[in-house]
C-alpha cells in the first residue's frame, strides 16, 4: 500500500494566516492526489483534485501543489470557517489511502 | 441536482453483519464509480473500497478483505455495502462518495456496534 504521510497533524493559526500543509506519499503518485476539508456532523469536502485543480465553488484562497511524491495544501488568508481537519488522498493505485489529517485551529 | 441517498443509523451486536445501501439521483447510474469511506469517532478518514456499477468490479483495501463486500443493483440503481463479523472498532459513520472530476457524497450512515 502507498503511505501517506501528512503534517503537521495540527497547527494553530490566526484569521489571515498562509497556512500549509504537506502530504509525502510512499511512492510516486504523479499527481494523483486531492485535499479534502472534514468538519464534524458533515460529509468531506473535496477542496482540490489531482494536485493542483480547484474544485467548483472553492474559493481561489484555497491552492494545491506538487507531483510524485510531495504535496502542499495552502489557504492563503484564513477565514473563520477555514478552521477544519484537512486530509489528503492518493488515488494513483489500490487501495487508496488518506493521509492522517491536519486539525487547522484558532490561535 | 446529483446526490447520494444512503439508509438509515444502524445499531448491530458483535459479530452481526450490517448491510448500507447508498441509492444515486440526477444522474446515470452507470457514470461514476462509488467508493466507500469511513470515519470512526475521533478518528481520520478510512478509504474501504470501490465500485464500478457498470458491471459490478469491486477492489477492496486489504484490511476489510473478506468481510466487506461491494455490490450493485442496477435495476434499483442502488450500490450496496454490506460489513460483516462486526466488532466494535467498526463503529462509524460510513459515506459513499463518486470518483471523478465530480465527486459528491452521501449524507453518512451511523453504524454502531455494541452489545
Known amino acids: 500500500d502507498i503511505q501517506m504521510t501528512q503534517s503537521p497533524s495540527s497547527l494553530s493559526a490566526s484569521v489571515g494566516d498562509r497556512v500549509t500543509i504537506t502530504c509525502r506519499a510512499s511512492?510516486?503518485?504523479?499527481?494523483?492526489l486531492n485535499w479534502y476539508q472534514e468538519r464534524p456532523g458533515k460529509a468531506p469536502k473535496r477542496l482540490i483534485y489531482?494536485?493542483?485543480r480547484l474544485q467548483s465553488g472553492v474559493p481561489s484562497r484555497f491552492s494545491g501543489s506538487g507531483s510524485g511524491t510531495e504535496f502542499t495544501l495552502t489557504v492563503s488568508s484564513l477565514q473563520p470557517e477555514d478552521f477544519a481537519t484537512y486530509y489528503c488522498?492518493?488515488?494513483?493505485?489500490?487501495?487508496?489511502?488518506f493521509g492522517q489529517g491536519t486539525k487547522l485551529e484558532i490561535k | 441536482q446529483a446526490q447520494l441517498l444512503q439508509s438509515g443509523a444502524e445499531v448491530k451486536e458483535p459479530g452481526a453483519s450490517v448491510k448500507v445501501s447508498c441509492t444515486p439521483s440526477?444522474?446515470?447510474?452507470?457514470?461514476?464509480?462509488l467508493q466507500w469511506v469511513r470515519q470512526a469517532p475521533g478518528q481520520g478518514l478510512e478509504w474501504m473500497g470501490i465500485?464500478?456499477?457498470?458491471?459490478?468490479?469491486?477492489n477492496y483495501a486489504p484490511k476489510f478483505q473478506g468481510r466487506f463486500s461491494l455490490t450493485a443493483d442496477p435495476p434499483t440503481s442502488t450500490v450496496y455495502m454490506q460489513l460483516s463479523s462486526l466488532r466494535s472498532e467498526d463503529t462509524a459513520v460510513y459515506y459513499c462518495?463518486?470518483?471523478?472530476?465530480?465527486?459528491?457524497w452521501g449524507q453518512g450512515t451511523l453504524v454502531t456496534v455494541s452489545s
Open positions: 488522498l492518493q488515488h494513483s493505485a489500490y487501495p487508496y489511502t
Open positions: 462518495a463518486t470518483k471523478g472530476d465530480v465527486e459528491f
Open positions: 489531482d494536485a493542483s
Open positions: 465500485i464500478n456499477p457498470n458491471g459490478g468490479s469491486t
Open positions: 440526477g444522474y446515470t447510474f452507470t457514470t461514476y464509480l
Open positions: 511512492q510516486g503518485i504523479r499527481d494523483k
